[in-house]
């Protein structure tokens, strides 16, 4: 199983005009609901910020991954998207400004596949210099192709 | 109109009588015995009350007919008395006993015997001035009052679920003073017969009748026991295990009933030859029979409740009464005692054995009916009522007297199965307390400290308001094995397992069973009403609990056993 098989480029985006954690979160949420069939999006998205309120899921290097594992999720979903400004308000372990947000949901009972997309997504951020070139993106192929961009 | 006739035509008094009675019956008694049962005092005088209330001595709504009609539903019960009786008397417990047992017998039985005959035997000269007559009446009396009535006995010890030294001697005593009663009445009626009727009697005949009737007995049961141990090991489903058991009960006592033979004493041989050939399946074979005994059995003392006529007493029969009742409980007494003494059993024996064996029921009743039907009116009238008042009377305070020695000697509760321990428990009494608490905002560094510091498999995860929010199991851990690089911000709540179900700490054991088995789980978190964690249940543990808690009852029985030999 690898995460770049459920990356998709209609869930990449560029935050235009977006600098603040909620509603970065919340459009990457809006996107996702367009795109995919998720039950119950009010749920869902309840379900991230209370995550993101027990502990913030900047992790450092200005990534953030909130994730959640949700009810009547199928298969496993990954929605990204960049500010090359940085979102001010999202706090991240390293105090470092977030620039790439990536949004993973999985199956409420997908504990492995959960786990293995997360650690797949960091140390494919952490591969090269893709943190760098993901910050200066111009368009969703571009983050696309930088992610599946074999070594 | 019409339809209205047409129903009553339709229906047919005998059958809604029986039917309806039997009904009444169960449930009267089931009721009495609940009230007498919270009163402390045993079930069997309730359903014995009950009878009597229902009888031909109160309402008469169960009248000679009806009683004639059920009497194979007692035949039934004595039967399976019998059984359960016979399957007490393992070899083992002989062979531990076997010389404590002869002694307590020989005596508590001899002197019942003897005191009886004396102190009727002069009490009816005395009346009567009819030698023949007292002579006779005594030796027939003696003989039946040296019976000791196994059920209403057995059932007390049932019900406090004892178990220890006075348990096993009073179960051995009872089941083999029977033989005993038999072989003495055997000859007593011999005698009678001689002085009463002018009929020559085949003195050859009375001689080895009562070895035929004896010996009999023991054949078909012992025989029919081993053939039924015999099917039974290919058999483990418990439906086909009682319905051959009871099969072949039936078959004992119907046979016995055929040739005239002892089918108290038949199912008894059938109990000790099934417990003896194959131990291990027939306490399989035991249990399952005794769960579908309770409606028998209730039925069985109701009716002798119902049989006793409690109105109709002359002087004579009263004062006579009154000796075969004072004999026979102080030869019991002395007997027992003096047994117990000289085989050297334990204090326990010595001073509560004599209040165990006043019970006197079917093998008695038997014996009186039979009476009644070899001799004339007035010794079988006589016997009759002598047996039935004073079987009211020791059925009265007899099981009283039982329930006592059980709790003086300390043998109650201490013969549990698991599944009353799995009703008396409750979810509290094997909650595992000592589980650290996970908060859900624990990051996954922290977690692997606690699951290497403790042995538990399953950890119950709480907001800080100390809510159930989740379980992390061993596994989900083990998922993080994968990589390092998330411990420090995945946190306990990214991995933990939503809870399926919860249980209070009231909830009863049998409900969380329940649970466990309709959603196959592993584990069940408990918490307070307010859903705030208070522990965890794992459902290995329960066999753990149960295991030890078995232990501890059969090693506490074990010490009883043990003071036995100084």
């Known amino acids: 199983m690898n995460f770049i098989s459920y990356l998709k480029k209609d869930l990449i985006c560029l935050f235009n005009g977006i600098d603040k954690k909620k509603e970065a979160i919340n459009k990457l949420i809006d996107m996702t609901a367009q795109k995919e069939k998720i039950d119950d999006v009010k749920g869902l998205r309840a379900s991230l910020f209370y995550r993101e309120k027990l502990m913030s899921t900047g992790i450092g290097l200005g990534i953030a991954i909130p994730h959640v594992r949700f009810k009547g999720v199928k298969e496993p979903v990954i929605a990204i998207g960049i500010q090359p400004r940085g979102i001010n308000d999202y706090k991240s372990l390293d105090d470092k400004v977030i620039k790439i947000v990536i949004l993973i949901i999985v199956g409420q009972n997908h504990h492995k596949e959960h786990i293995k997309i997360l650690a797949q997504i960091v140390s494919k951020l952490k591969e090269d210099n893709n943190i760098d070139r993901l910050s200066h993106a111009e368009s969703p192929d571009d983050i696309f192709n930088i992610l599946t961009r074999k070594k | 109109m019409d339809f209205f006739h047409y129903v009553i035509d339709k229906i047919s008094l005998l059958d809604l009588n029986i039917l309806i009675l039997m009904g009444v019956t169960l449930f009267g008694g089931t009721i009495g015995g609940r009230l007498f049962q919270k009163i402390k005092i045993p079930q069997v005088v309730g359903y014995i009350i009950i009878g009597i209330i229902i009888g031909g001595s109160g309402l008469n709504v169960v009248d000679d007919k009806i009683i004639r009609m059920l009497e194979p539903f007692n035949y039934l019960s004595l039967g399976i008395i019998g059984f359960m009786i016979g399957g007490e008397l393992k070899r083992s417990v002989l062979k531990r006993y076997g010389k404590q047992f002869f002694y307590i017998l020989i005596f508590e039985g001899m002197m019942a015997f003897f005191l009886v005959m004396i102190l009727t035997g002069i009490v009816a000269f005395l009346i009567t001035k009819d030698m023949n007559l007292s002579v006779s009446l005594a030796v027939l009396l003696g003989a039946i009052a040296s019976a000791t009535a196994p059920a209403a006995t057995t059932d007390v010890f049932w019900e406090y679920k004892s178990r220890g030294p006075l348990t096993t001697t009073v179960l051995g005593i009872v089941a083999l003073d029977d033989a005993l009663s038999l072989v003495l009445f055997a000859f007593a009626s011999t005698i009678a017969s001689t002085l009463i009727s002018k009929v020559h009697i085949d003195t050859w005949h009375s001689l080895i009748a009562p070895f035929y009737e004896i010996g009999g007995s023991l054949l078909i049961g012992g025989g029919l026991g081993y053939v039924l141990s015999r099917i039974l090991k290919q058999y483990s489903e418990e439906d086909r295990i009682l319905v051959f058991s009871i099969g072949t009960i039936l078959m004992v006592i119907g046979l016995s009933l055929t040739l005239n033979m002892d089918m108290l004493l038949a199912a008894m041989a059938m109990g000790v030859v099934m417990t003896n050939v194959s131990p291990y399946k027939s306490k399989l074979v035991f249990n399952i029979v005794e769960r579908f005994t309770p409606p028998i059995y209730v039925l069985f003392f109701v009716l002798v409740g119902s049989k006793l006529k409690i109105n109709n007493i002359t002087f004579f029969v009263g004062i006579l009464t009154l000796a075969y009742f004072l004999g026979r409980t102080g030869g019991k007494i002395m007997g027992a005692r003096w047994g117990a003494i000289l085989s050297h059993a334990t204090d326990n024996i010595k001073k509560y054995l004599p209040y165990c ?210």
């Open chain 2, 357 to 566: 064996l006043f019970s006197q029921a079917g093998v008695a009743i038997g014996l009186a009916i039979l009476v009644s039907q070899r001799f004339p009116e007035q010794i079988g009238n006589t016997i009759i009522f002598i047996i039935m008042t004073s079987t009211f009377v020791v059925q009265l305070i007899g099981p009283l007297f039982v329930k006592m020695a059980i709790f003086k000697s300390h043998e109650d509760g201490l013969n549990i199965t698991e599944e009353d321990l799995i009703r008396n428990s409750l979810v509290k009494d094997l909650m595992e307390k000592k589980i650290p608490p996970i908060l859900e905002t624990m990051p996954i560094t922290k977690i692997l400290s606690i699951f290497s510091e403790h042995d538990f498999l399953y950890y119950p995860v709480m907001n800080n308001k100390k809510k159930l929010e989740g379980v992390i199991t061993i596994d989900n851990l083990k998922n993080m094995f994968i990589t390092s690089e998330l411990n420090y911000f995945m946190l306990a709540h990214d991995i933990m397992e939503p809870v399926i179900k919860v249980v209070l700490p009231q909830t009863p054991l049998s409900e969380a069973l329940d649970i466990f088995k309709r959603y196959n789980l592993e584990y069940l978190p408990i918490v307070d009403q307010h859903s705030r964690v208070l522990g965890l249940l794992e459902s290995k543990n329960i066999k753990h609990y149960i295991n030890r808690k078995m232990l501890e009852t059969e090693q506490k029985a074990e010490k009883l056993h043990q003071n036995q030999k100084i």
